[in-house]
């Protein structure tokens, strides 16, 4: 199984909601990866997990919260989002290591829309 | 740091024309690169990758090689079909595994 799987596939929230965005993998990645996209623009790094420990925070603001409860899930937690937080929402896995050779696996991506 | 410079698009092709999309990059060390595709309301896909100078990569009928000196992965391929309109992000890895893109290139193959 090479597959990154995300839900909810597209996520419509106004200003004042909670809502969240799910990833798993099966591949025995152990680091996962949370991206912003938006058009026609290359992926943003927000988030990358190591061990299922966070480690890498690109200054996302807190409105953003990511977890990662095991090895193969990974959420991002949104929280009094604005409407420039629209964007596609890409979730990542690759093997751990400082190796180059480490190829990452993208999900399709959450579409998010906040109203 | 490291950059990636991706070929200004977007690039417009018949189909059966020849493709190529242009990518250099600034690395410190020695980097992987990669070819990311995207096709419209879709994730990236990895298309091809290489990690060593003089690799060749390829899929589909795409092809691209690293050359450490000219510090290019330029992406190729003979005949385009209409399925391959998407946009494609070149991208290198560096040893901390992180990933970093190019500005990506709207292709749009006419039948």
């Known amino acids: 199984d090479t597959e990154v799987t995300q839900t909810p596939k597209h996520l419509v929230m106004g200003m004042t909601n909670k809502k969240s965005l799910k990833c798993e993998q099966h591949m025995g990645h152990r680091a996962m990866y949370w991206y912003k996209q938006k058009a026609k623009k290359p992926p943003e790094l927000m988030f990358v997990y190591s061990y299922e420990k966070l480690s890498i925070n690109e200054s996302v603001p807190s409105r953003f919260s990511p977890e990662c409860p095991n090895s193969s899930l990974l959420n991002l937690h949104l929280h009094a989002l604005q409407p420039e937080d629209s964007a596609l929402y890409l979730c990542?896995?690759?093997?751990?290591?400082?190796?180059?050779?480490?190829?990452?696996?993208f999900g399709p991506g959450t579409r998010l829309t906040v109203l | 740091g490291d950059s990636v410079t991706q070929m200004e698009g977007p690039v417009t092709l018949s189909e059966e024309a020849f493709l190529t999309i242009n990518c250099t990059y600034t690395a410190t060390g020695y980097p992987s690169l990669f070819w990311y595709v995207q096709y419209p309301g879709e994730g990236l896909q990895l298309l091809l990758k290489?990690?060593?100078?003089?690799d060749k990569g390829s899929n589909k009928g795409f092809e691209a090689t690293y050359r450490k000196e000219t510090t290019s992965f330029h992406l190729e391929k003979g005949s385009v079909q209409v399925s391959d309109s998407a946009v494609y992000f070149c991208a290198l890895s560096d040893r901390g595994g992180q990933l970093t893109f190019g500005s990506g290139t709207q292709l749009t193959v006419l039948p």
């Open positions: 290489a990690t060593k100078a003089d």
């Open positions: 990542a896995s690759s093997q751990v290591g400082r190796d180059p050779y480490n190829e990452q696996f």
